[in-house]
């Protein structure tokens, strides 16, 4: 009887199935998407002015030299490096005699004879702009595209490769190898490797820091 009863309260008010009520409860499908895959790091842009304090004829295209050689594809834009010169950089590319490289470079010591990166700076011997070094065996235009590639590659954060400075005899010398005191075998070599390119692209190493305005 009380069976018969609900059943027609049913009938009359309607009661929830639970089959129905136990599908409304299902949750809902979802689809799970993957995360997306990393994209390469952003290009940097690094802004930089460049000054000749020297005078001679031989130096005097000194500036032409290294617009060219920054802005040449088979350098650090190869890594996406943005080299814009802008006479209020905060980096500069100086061209000055060796006395006044030394004092540019302290505290490292570069005895009158060799370019350095130091802070902000670029600082290149003239010297060395005007006849390159005995150890280098291949033209002056390379090594002088070869000294702005690995001082400007240390501004970068990029370093000198691990011992031995010359990985395989006969091949180009890395362009962060220090070129112009050994070349223990390799190839006189002007622009960064593909593998300097690739390792730099990642951009995992800090820039130098610049000049506080």
């Known amino acids: 009887m009380a069976i018969a009863l609900a059943a027609g309260l049913c009938a009359l008010v309607g009661c929830a199935s639970p089959v129905a009520e136990s599908v409304s409860r299902a949750p809902a499908a979802t689809t ?23 005078t001679d004829r031989a130096t005097e295209g000194f500036e032409a030299v290294v617009r060219a050689t920054l802005a040449d594809p088979r350098g650090w834009s190869g890594a996406d490096f943005v080299l814009v010169e802008d006479p209020a950089a905060p980096y500069v590319i100086v061209l000055a005699e060796g006395d006044e490289v030394d004092r540019l470079c302290l505290p490292y010591r570069t005895g009158g004879r060799f ?99």
């Open 32 to 54: 799970v998407r993957p995360p997306p895959e990393p994209g390469p790091p952003p290009a940097v842009e690094v802004r930089y002015r460049i000054e000749r304090r020297t």
């Open 115 to 213: 370019s350095c990166q130091n802070g902000p700076v670029v600082a290149m011997n003239a010297d060395r702009w005007r006849t390159a070094t005995p150890q280098w065996t291949g033209t002056l235009a390379a090594y002088r595209q070869m000294l702005v590639n690995h001082e400007v590659g240390h501004l970068l954060g990029r370093h000198h490769p691990p011992p031995p400075q010359c990985p395989v005899p006969g091949r180009p010398a890395p362009v962060m190898a220090q070129q112009s005191t050994e070349l223990d075998g390799c190839l006189p070599n002007a622009w960064p490797l593909a593998a300097e390119l690739a390792a730099a692209a990642r951009h995992d190493e800090p820039l130098a820091p610049p000049f506080q305005r």
